[in-house]
């Protein structure tokens, strides 16, 4: 029987969440045609063809644990903390994680991620003690992943993969474990929660957890969103993250369509079963540019403050981004950003052997220059906390209320780390790593000295 490697099962996961949620959602699998055109018209390859991320929620840390169990069966580890309460405009109750290959080879393969959240039930300026009883006591009686998927999950992690038949059956149940449930819900608890936050109800008013979009990479978003809208599709009014302008593309671009509304049975209070819909699944694109540096990031939150500025002045998010970022100092091309250290690359020897410097000191910089090396921009493969928040409350139904006078739990990434029982990487390091490994294998193919490198890059090494 044949070995599948977990790549293989993350790969299979990702197509059979897709596969059903074109079957859930059927505008998603208009935006997935329109990304393909686009992308096939631009030379995307395989990678680009394939890549998601999807977004669940969770209500506990046991549950989250068990999330993370079995991303880990799919060799998607924890990147990142996002604390979504007071992010926003509108404050969201969630803590975030992203679950993604943390490896560039497995990114390579399939770098699905998924973008999990988990209700912050402790949060008083959210749910009151006797709210909190209750949801608590709904959300210890449910049971989101059976033990045979767990089991599946643990075996799949520790083996790196799985034998064909178990394979089969561990992408199964875990497909059918972010399904939209046929359960239903009781409506007066769905609507007491949702009084506080629509999120709160979605996540702790039902029974099952879903998945509550699944975004495929387009090459150019602005692009895609006018063809969407030219489609019928009722978009968002802007598109998440920095503008279009005249620079390299940076981080992340992204933009959805409304959620919309779906069939789902209700328990009214009268106790009949009658139907009704639910608002909580949309659709999500993204474009992705290159990492930044925690100085290039720097310079990236100072620019979103100023189109935020320029913004209320009556402008579009777009033309005040535009405008905002072609005035500013922000390199307009790759050699820029890796000269002033704000982004991240790998580096490769490309020239012939004879055409390689002999001295031992030869500085990388000079060695790009002269054509003996490339630098390859490192592509952001994760989230921007604004923009989650921006995405949870574009879709929100109403503000939601919370108490800002009463205190806020604390939850942070070695609350994280410690619920998981996984380290949580951030995305930095991780970046920072890949790009300080090839530096180094640059440096020994070329027999030069990684210590006696140029200011610059020392620098970077730094960070
Ligand atoms: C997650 C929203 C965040 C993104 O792409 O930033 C997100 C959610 O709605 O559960 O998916
Ligand atoms: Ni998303």
Not at 182 to 203: F, G, K, M, N
Not at 225 to 244: E, V
Not at 395 to 403: E, I, K
């Amino acid at each position: 029987m044949t070995f599948q490697p977990t790549s293989q099962l993350r790969a299979r996961f990702a197509a059979s969440l897709s596969t059903m949620y074109g079957r859930e959602v059927p505008a998603y699998t208009t935006l997935v045609d329109v990304a393909n055109e686009i992308n096939s018209g631009l030379g995307g390859d395989s990678r680009v063809t394939a890549e998601r991320h999807g977004a669940i929620r969770v209500g506990t840390p046991r549950e989250l644990r068990q999330v993370g169990q079995i991303f880990a069966g799919f060799g998607m580890y924890p990147v990142g903390f996002y604390d979504l309460r007071e992010t926003g405009s509108t404050p969201v109750p969630v803590v975030s994680t992203a679950f993604r290959p943390v490896d560039e080879i497995e990114l390579e393969l399939n770098p699905f991620r998924v973008f999990t959240s988990m209700l912050t039930v402790d949060d008083d300026r959210f749910f009151s003690a006797d709210l909190r009883r209750r949801l608590t006591t709904f959300l210890s009686g449910r049971a989101l992943f059976s033990d045979e998927l767990l089991t599946l999950a643990s075996r799949a992690a520790e083996d790196n993969g799985l034998a064909e038949a178990d394979a089969d059956r561990f992408v199964e149940l875990a497909t059918a474990a972010f399904q939209l449930s046929s359960e239903p819900t009781d409506r007066a608890w769905y609507s007491e929660l949702a009084e506080i936050s629509a999120v709160a109800a979605d996540i702790g008013g039902v029974t099952r957890t879903h998945i509550n979009h699944l975004t495929p990479r387009v090459l150019d978003i602005d692009e895609l969103y006018r063809r969407l809208q030219a489609r019928g599709l009722h978009m968002i009014d802007k598109i998440q993250g920095p503008p279009r302008w005249n620079g390299p593309d940076v981080l992340l671009r992204q933009t959805s369509f409304r959620a919309l509304d779906e069939a789902r049975l209700f328990v009214e209070p009268d106790g009949t079963v009658a139907p009704g819909t639910t608002r909580v699944r949309f659709g999500e694109v993204e474009q992705r540019g290159i990492a930044l540096t925690p100085l290039g990031r720097q310079r990236y939150d100072d620019l979103m403050a100023a189109t935020d500025a320029a913004a209320s002045t009556g402008l579009s998010w777009q033309d005040a981004g535009r405008s905002v970022w072609e005035a500013s100092t922000f390199p307009l091309d790759h050699d820029g950003l890796r000269r002033a250290g704000l982004a991240y690359f790998t580096y490769r020897v490309i020239a012939a052997r004879g055409a390689r410097p002999l001295s031992s000191d030869a500085d990388l910089d000079a060695l790009i220059t002269a054509g003996v090396v490339e630098a390859v921009p490192i592509i952001y493969e994760d989230f921007l906390p604004r923009s989650a928040a921006g995405i949870f409350q574009s879709n929100l139904t109403g503000d939601g209320a919370m108490d800002g006078e009463r205190r806020g739990a604390h939850y942070d990434i070695g609350w994280l780390a410690d619920t998981l029982g996984y380290t949580v990487h951030m995305p930095e390091q991780l970046y920072a790593a890949q790009r300080i490994r090839s530096l180094h294998a640059c440096c020994a193919e070329l027999n030069i000295d990684p210590a006696r490198q140029s200011p610059d890059n020392l620098i970077l090494e730094a960070q």
